[in-house]
């Protein structure tokens, strides 16, 4: 596997994590992922749509790009620290390839 | 128009008076009408259009401005400033008489973030007291950002700029 | 046996919240920073006097949805160049009136494209008339295609002025031009019109 197949791997990985928080109403095609690029396609799952988060590795660091649509069950701020844990849980426990720093990129897209 | 009544009478139309327009318009008023009625909506063509718009509209708010915030355990997010402002429009609204307008939400505090300013512009309605209301107001932003967002408000300005009749 | 399911809703504030009872600065403000509720009270305002402007000034469904779909669309896009939130309703008509003007332009460059093209003879200096001499057609349809004779401008603004019961100063409003300028195209396309149904009524 490609180095690039790994990053998209644990992307569904960590997907699967997120979606089942609780609060987490869906995940949204991260940005950049909007282009029709390869990646983008090979994130499609089943459904159709594009998985919403995005790892990627550069240097000394782990990326982790989410965008997430959220629900009115729990404040913000507490469905962020549970991403937060499920991310660095997965890497601990080897999901995702731990590397040098690990950023996160979370964006709330909408809430409702 | 009737030109040989007017010849005979031996005056000349003047077709730009009010008199001209009013004939032609009673000659043609038949007819205006049932073009008009012709056009009407059907209530599924505006509802189409009405639904595309709103996709579009929502699609395009989702590539919004983002508000940069952090929880209280130090971890940094990005929300998108639309849903921020709703949270404080809910809890303007939620005040009887007053009505949010312009809702303005800065990160604040240190580090930048881990609080929110709160700026905003509202309608109340004719005899409210702004003095007590404002009060109110407050309480209901501030719990509603610390309970929805998470985030406490570390200042909340409010301006009263208009008055409305129910 | 049936067994009763009741879903519990939990309605927010939204709910309660009464978009449509609110007046259009609000609207306004609250929707050019991004309230879609706030947007959606405006659609639910205008659209259909909307549709049926351009109903009326296109003739054609399907334009008239599309220049209704634009004109909602980029009005949201470009609320923030509105710079009196009062004066929406007249922004709004504004906006759909120049994209009624432009569509009918590009119509008028394709003859080809008018309808019953058969009624219709290009004269030598390029206006389009309508033969007198078409059996079996009702006065309606014929007053459509006298209508497609009137240049964009004067189409549009006699629409406004006739059908959609905007005054003079109205009309001179919506469209930033003057009030002799509306006098001017509702003259002439009253005198096209007369012209073109006579011994039609």
Redesign the interface.
């Known amino acids: 596997m490609t180095e690039r197949d790994e990053e998209i791997v644990e992307s569904l990985r960590l997907a699967d994590s997120v979606t089942s928080i609780d609060g987490v109403r869906a995940l ?1 095609p991260g ?1 950049h992922a909007l282009v029709a690029t390869a990646t983008a396609k090979v994130l499609r799952r089943t459904g159709g749509e594009p998985v919403g988060v995005d790892v990627t590795r550069g240097g000394d660091r782990v990326k982790v790009k989410i965008d997430a649509h959220l629900d ?1 069950t729990r ?4 469905v ?2 549970e991403i ?1 844990s499920v991310v660095e849980a997965d890497i601990a426990r080897g999901a995702v390839e731990a590397g040098g720093r690990l950023d ?9 | 128009m009737d030109m040989n009544e007017h010849v005979s009478s031996g005056t000349e139309p003047d077709p730009t008076s009010s008199e001209s327009h009013q004939e032609t318009d009673d000659q043609l008023r038949g007819v205006i009408d049932e073009y008009m009625s012709t056009f009407q909506p059907e209530p599924e063509d505006t509802a189409g259009v009405r639904e595309r718009i709103l996709q579009l509209v929502r699609d395009d ?3 919004g401005p ?1 508000t940069h ?1 952090q ?3 130090g ?6 400033t ?2 921020v402002r ?2 404080v429009r809910n809890a303007v609204d939620s005040v009887d008489g007053i009505r949010a307008r312009s809702v303005d939400v800065e990160p604040a505090g240190v580090p930048e973030g881990s609080a929110a300013t709160v700026s905003l512009t509202v309608a109340m309605r004719a005899g409210i007291s702004f003095a007590s209301t404002a009060d109110v107001i407050r309480r209901s932003v501030s719990a509603a950002i ?6 406490p408000a570390a200042r909340i300005d409010i301006n009263a700029e208009d008055v409305y009749v129910d | 046996m049936f067994v009763l399911i009741t879903v519990a809703v ?1 309605y ?1 504030v939204d709910m309660t919240r009464h978009d449509d009872r609110f007046d259009i600065v609000t609207l306004v403000v609250r929707a050019r920073e991004g309230d879609i509720d706030a947007f959606e009270a405006l659609v639910d305002r205008y659209e259909t006097k909307l549709l049926r402007f351009c109903l009326r000034t296109l003739g054609d469904r399907h334009d008239a949805e599309d220049v209704v779909q634009d004109t909602l669309v980029q009005a949201w896009k470009s609320l923030n160049a509105l710079s009196e939130p009062a004066a929406f309703g007249t922004w709004i008509y504004r906006l759909a009136s120049n994209k009624c003007t432009d569509l009918l332009r590009r119509r008028m460059a394709r003859p080809s494209d008018v309808q019953d093209p058969d009624d219709m003879s290009i004269h030598a200096d390029g206006r389009v008339s309508v033969e007198k001499s078409v059996e079996a057609r009702t006065a309606l349809q014929h007053f459509s295609a006298v209508l497609q004779t009137l240049s964009s401008e004067q189409r549009v603004t006699w629409v406004l002025h006739q059908m959609e019961g905007l005054s003079y100063a109205e009309v001179a409003k919506t469209l930033g031009i003057s009030e002799g300028s509306v006098r001017g195209r509702i003259h002439r396309a009253r005198t096209a019109i007369m012209e073109g149904m006579e011994g039609w009524t």
């Open positions: 949204a940005l009115h404040s913000v701020a507490e962020v620290d937060f996160i990129d979370l964006r709330v897209v909408s809430r409702g | 708010l989702y590539r983002s915030l929880t209280e355990h971890h940094p997010f990005a929300i998108s639309a849903s709703s949270i610390l309970a929805e967002l998470g985030i | 939990a927010d």
